[in-house]
């Protein structure tokens, strides 16, 4: 069995489907689509997706015959061709999840894209730096302002008793 992760282009779309009740099993528990497929090691994904592209007959006597190639049938009674019927009613059809068509012009919707992320990004650097500047002429020395007195003029002790140092 392949891992569904390897069919990315598959979603919610199958939940109804692959989580629908198959039947009941012998103690009672009901047996899901999921579970069936998953017991006859078969992807559940990928098999909805193949059964979902199939018409309605095809798909309902592949699903027939998973049923029951189960050991013990779990739909107690019923037809498996009717639950198998029921249960491929409940498969979206193939437009739901097809991928979708590919822009004519992709290379130049991701230029354009480029181009306006480089834009804001250089503008937000420009106003970063006017802040900047700006904060720094405020808060920083004015224009005439004296320079600040020397650290030997600040540090300097005062001569003792009227002597000179």
Known sequence: MS????SPLLGREFDPFLFAPVGHQ?????????SMFARLDVDPWQEAASLSRMSKATATARLTALIEALPD??????PVATV??????LLPRPHVFAPAAPQKLAGVSGFANARFGLGVSVLALLVFLAMLFSYGSRFGPGKGAAPPASLDAQTAKPPRNGSDP
């Open 84 to 89: 198998a019927g029921d249960l491929v009613a």
């Open 26 to 34: 012998r103690n009672g528990m009901l047996l899901s689509v999921l």
């Open 73 to 78: 049938a779990p739909t107690a009674g019923v």
């Open 3 to 6: 891992h569904a992760a390897l």
